[in-house]
C-alpha cells in the first residue's frame, strides 16, 4: 500500500511522538522510588503499602512495554502493508477479484479487520497473562486457575472478534460507497453499536463469565426501597455475583441501559463489609444510576469518534490528492478502502491512546459525583471511611499513584483522595 503523505503522515507522526512521550513519562514515574506518605499510614500499615506498591510498579512496566510493543507492531503492519496484501491475497483464493463489489468490499473489511485483532491481540496476550493472571495468583488476589483464565480471555477474543470485523466490514463499505459522507455514517454507528453493547451486557455478555442471582439479604434489600425514596429512581434489579469463584477483589458496579439496567454487587463484597459498608457501596451504585452515567459515557465517546473520523477524512483526502485511477495527471488515486481502513485502524488506536487522560478525568467526575450522593443519601462517613479503606484492602490498591499515572490512568480518584472527600465532605480539588 501507499504510506500516507502531508497532512494524514503529519498527524499520525505527531500522535506517535505524543504516545512515546506518555510512555517515557509514565516508565519513570512507575520506577521511581516512592515510599508511604504520612496520609497513608494513617489509614494502612507499611507492609500492606509496600507490597501493593510493588504489585503497581510492575504492572506499570508490563503495561508500558506492552503498549510500546502494540504501536510498534501497529506501525510495522501498515507501513509494510502486511495486511492489505494478505487481504487481498486471501480474497483471490476466495474468489472475488480485488475489487469485487459491495459483498467483496465487506468482507475485505472483515478479513483486515480480524488480522488487525489477532497481531495485536498476539503481541498483547504475554503481558494481558502476566498482569491478569500471574501477579493476580502471586498476591492472592485470583482463584483461578492458568486454564480457567485462557477460557475466559478466548470468550472475551471470540467476542470481540465478532464486533470488530463486522463493523471494520461495514466501515469499510461506507469508506467505498460514501466517500464524503462516511465520517457522519461511522460516527452514527459508534453511536448505535456503542447503545446496543450497553444494552446487550448485563443479560447476554456478564453471564458468559459469571453467575449471578438477585440480592435476597432482607436487611439490604429494606436499605435498597430506602435509597431508591431517597435518590427518587426505581432499580429494577440489585444482582449479586458469584465473583468468589475467580478472585478475592471486592468490588460493585453498575451496567445497562432502559430494561436492562442493572446494580451489581460482588458476593466477596457482601461477606467482606458490614451491612453499613454494603449500604453505602449500594448508594454509590445508584448514583450512576440515577445520573445516566453510562448513557452520557457511550454519548461522549460516540462523539469524540465522530471527530475523529471527520479529522482521519480531511488529512487523509489531502494526503492523497486524487480519487479515482483515472485522475489527471500529477494526482495520486486515493487508496483502496481496505487500505484506508487499515490507517484508520492505526489512527484510531493512537486517538484512543493519547486522549486516555479526558476520557479519565470525566469518569472521575462521575464517581465524585457518585461519592457525594452516597454520602448524602447514607448520612455515614464512618461507613464511606470503612468501605474505602476495606476495598483498598482486599483490591491491594495502590492507594497513592504517581501523579502522571493518575493523571493518565485513575478512572476513579484514588484511595486517599477518597477518604479526604469523605472527611471534608465536598468535592476535592482534582489538580487538573
Known amino acids: 500500500m501507499t504510506y500516507p503523505t502531508g497532512p494524514l503522515r503529519v498527524l ?11 510512555l517515557i513519562l509514565w516508565t519513570w514515574s512507575a520506577l521511581g522510588q516512592r515510599a508511604p506518605s504520612g496520609q497513608a499510614l494513617k489509614y494502612f500499615d507499611r507492609q500492606f503499602l509496600e507490597t501493593a506498591t510493588e504489585r503497581a ?34 480474497l483471490r483464493r476466495m474468489g472475488p477479484s480485488t475489487h469485487p463489489g459491495a459483498g467483496g468490499t465487506f468482507l475485505g473489511g472483515v478479513i483486515a479487520s480480524f488480522f488487525w485483532l489477532l ?13 491478569g493472571h500471574y501477579l493476580e495468583r502471586v498476591y492472592g488476589i485470583s482463584r483461578m486457575t492458568a486454564g480457567q483464565w485462557f477460557i475466559d480471555y478466548g470468550k472475551s477474543f471470540l467476542l470481540t472478534a465478532l464486533v470488530t470485523t463486522l463493523a471494520g466490514g461495514v466501515l469499510t463499505l461506507f469508506i467505498a460507497l460514501q466517500p464524503r459522507a462516511w465520517p457522519y455514517l461511522a460516527g452514527a454507528g459508534v453511536l448505535v453499536l456503542s447503545l446496543v453493547i450497553s444494552y446487550l451486557y448485563p443479560v447476554l455478555v456478564a453471564p458468559m463469565f459469571y453467575r449471578f442471582k438477585p440480592l435476597g439479604d432482607p436487611d439490604l434489600l429494606r436499605d435498597v426501597e430506602e435509597l431508591t425514596r431517597k435518590a427518587g429512581i426505581d432499580v429494577s434489579e440489585v444482582l449479586v455475583m458469584e465473583a468468589s469463584e475467580k478472585t478475592t477483589r471486592l468490588n460493585a458496579y453498575f451496567a445497562g441501559l432502559g430494561k436492562t439496567k442493572q446494580v451489581v454487587l460482588y458476593d466477596t463484597l457482601l461477606s467482606g ?27 461522549l465517546s460516540s462523539a469524540g469518534a465522530l471527530v475523529a473520523f471527520i479529522l482521519f477524512a480531511w ?21 483502496g478502502p481496505v487500505a484506508a481502513l487499515v490507517m484508520l485502524l492505526l489512527f484510531l488506536s ?40 476495606k476495598l483498598a484492602r482486599g483490591n491491594l490498591s495502590d492507594v497513592e499513584p504517581p501523579p502522571f499515572i493518575r493523571w493518565f490512568a485513575w478512572t476513579h480518584p484514588t484511595t486517599l483522595e477518597r477518604l479526604e472527600l469523605g472527611l471534608r465532605g465536598s468535592v476535592f480539588d482534582e489538580g487538573n
Open 12 to 22: 499520525v507522526q505527531g500522535l506517535f511522538v505524543l504516545t512515546g512521550v506518555f
Open 57 to 90: 510498579t510492575r504492572s506499570y512496566v508490563a503495561w508500558a512495554l506492552r503498549n510500546a510493543l502494540v504501536f510498534s507492531t501497529a506501525f510495522v503492519l501498515v507501513r509494510s502493508g502486511f495486511i492489505v496484501n494478505a487481504t487481498q491475497n486471501l
Open 119 to 131: 497481531a495485536i491481540s498476539l503481541v498483547s496476550l504475554p503481558f494481558r497473562y502476566y498482569t
Open 273 to 299: 463489609t458490614s451491612r453499613e459498608q454494603a449500604r453505602l457501596v449500594l448508594a454509590h451504585e445508584m448514583s450512576h444510576y440515577k445520573h445516566s452515567h453510562v448513557l452520557k459515557g457511550v454519548i
Open 315 to 335: 488529512a487523509l483526502g489531502w494526503s492523497f490528492s486524487g480519487v479515482t485511477a483515472g485522475s489527471a495527471p500529477g494526482t495520486t488515486a486515493l487508496p
Open 350 to 389: 493512537l486517538v484512543e491512546f493519547v486522549t486516555t487522560p479526558a476520557g479519565n478525568w470525566i469518569s472521575r467526575r462521575f464517581e465524585v459525583q457518585a461519592d457525594l450522593d452516597s454520602l448524602a443519601w447514607t448520612g455515614d462517613v464512618q461507613a464511606f471511611m470503612e468501605s474505602h479503606v
